[in-house]
């Protein structure tokens, strides 16, 4: 892997071109003038950058939605590497500043800075990857101290309908109309210096907080995509009337346990109900946090473990393309995450996550269409895409483990995680 040349995390981040201003507005907006996007303003109607924009995640259209939003200020969008492949000197341009996920970046800081001292803004979005169910994600705590170092207004940009339109388990645009959005200023620059670390971690986990299922059902948004089911599976691995995991299916509007062969309709509100018996989850997310549940019990008796998977290990070390790194094994268990391979040469390479330096991770269902289901996971100069072989496995599951095994840590060295922080 020494002869592929990185990418470059230094290069100061770009100013927006000026002719590709109107562009991304113009290449916005047909999105938004389709769903009817709601746009609110709560103390933000006057404000002029620089600022700090912290955005929720669940779909491609959040970028959409805040480029509106902001227009017609510049600004700088942290964005995940493979958002880069094939793309970078457009993305560069466009003002976008590259990130791996979930790593300590101390070079992505000081390219924030220069964002706020160009005066302009600088968009985050703290969860770092899409959510899974239409909640909230875990935040990193540093989002206070952060917030401190910029000393500039901060704005939150909460989106909802972007995932029951299209969710990250199935991206078929179901064309939901009216979405929202509410951009809310949360603290002045006078109001960071008066508040400390963790009341400012406070005030931004509570306006983070949204359920785009619940908002489907109160706003009477029915979906009437026939295949708004399918793909839910690889988010409810575990069946609650059985309790087998990795046996779930989808097809059409339905879920289906393989196992014992109880099945669920998706109905065009966006609630579940069984098809016989009982309910035992109508809203996805409570299915989704009983799964979590779960997987909390098994790494409080210290029996997690995923078993050692045969796996694909795709690498990106820059933006050009992922390079077939070779075949291995991965075992995520009480230790974390250790992926061996051995390359086409022989060579073998490893990457290890202890509990204590992932907080959470990065997984992909179906990758472009193609590639099944993998764990993204990152250092400073590289990124694997591992792919599991098999179907005795869930890579939500390990997502949820690699939250839990972290609180666990957290409290075995007397600092627990703070509700919504890592």
């Known amino acids: 892997m020494k002869e592929f040349q990185r990418f470059d995390m230094k290069k100061p981040p770009v100013r927006t071109k000026w002719y590709l201003r109107p562009l991304t507005y113009l290449l916005s907006l047909p999105a938004v003038i389709k769903h009817k996007t709601i746009i609110t303003k709560n103390g933000t109607e006057s404000l002029k950058p620089p600022y ?132 809310t200023l949360l603290f002045s620059r006078e109001d960071l210096k ?52 990795y046996d779930m299916r989808s097809e059409g509007a339905k879920l289906i346990c393989g196992a014992c062969g109880k099945s669920w309709s998706l109905t065009e509100l966006g609630e579940l109900c069984a098809d016989y018996g009982e309910t035992e989850f109508s809203h996805i997310p409570d299915w989704y946090e009983w799964e979590r549940a779960n997987v909390r019990k098994e790494v409080r008796e210290g029996t997690y473990s995923s078993g050692k998977l045969k796996v694909k290990v795709q690498s990106l070390p820059n933006a050009k393309r992922f390079i077939c790194l070779g075949e291995g094994t991965l075992v995520h268990d009480m230790n974390g995450f250790a992926v061996r391979v051995t390359d086409k040469d022989g060579d073998e390479h490893e990457m290890i996550k202890t509990p204590a330096s992932l907080y959470s991770c990065h997984i992909e269902y179906n990758y472009l269409g193609k590639h099944g289901d993998c764990v993204d996971l990152n250092t400073l100069e590289d990124t694997w895409y591992v792919y599991p072989y098999g179907n005795d496995f869930s890579v939500t599951k390990m997502a949820l483990a690699t939250e839990e095994l972290y609180y666990l840590h957290r409290e075995l060295i007397g600092r627990p995680c703070k509700p919504g922080l890592a």
């Open 52 to 183: 700090v924009l912290l955005c929720n995640h669940n779909a491609f259209m959040d970028f959409k939605v805040a480029t509106k939003a902001i227009f017609p200020a510049r600004a700088n969008y942290v964005v995940a590497i493979d958002g880069f492949i094939g793309r970078e000197k457009l993305l560069r341009d466009v003002g976008c500043i590259c990130k791996r996920k979930f790593t300590n970046d101390l070079t992505l800081i000081r390219q924030l800075k220069k964002v706020i001292q160009n005066g302009d803004v600088a968009v985050l979005y703290p969860e770092a990857r899409y959510s899974l169910c239409g909640t909230t994600a875990v935040l990193p705590s540093s989002l206070g101290k952060f917030c401190k170092m910029m000393d500039v207004p901060v704005v939150s940009l909460i989106c909802h309908g972007h995932h029951v339109n299209s969710p990250f388990w199935n991206l078929h645009d179901r064309k939901v109309a009216p979405t929202e959005a509410e951009m």
């Open 194 to 245: 008066k508040y400390s670390d963790d009341e400012i971690n406070s005030k931004i986990v509570d306006s983070f907080q949204y359920d785009d299922y619940a908002w489907q059902k109160e706003r009477g948004i029915r979906i009437k995509y026939n295949k708004r089911a399918e793909g839910l599976h690889s988010v409810l691995y575990q069946c609650p009337h059985c309790g087998k995991e």
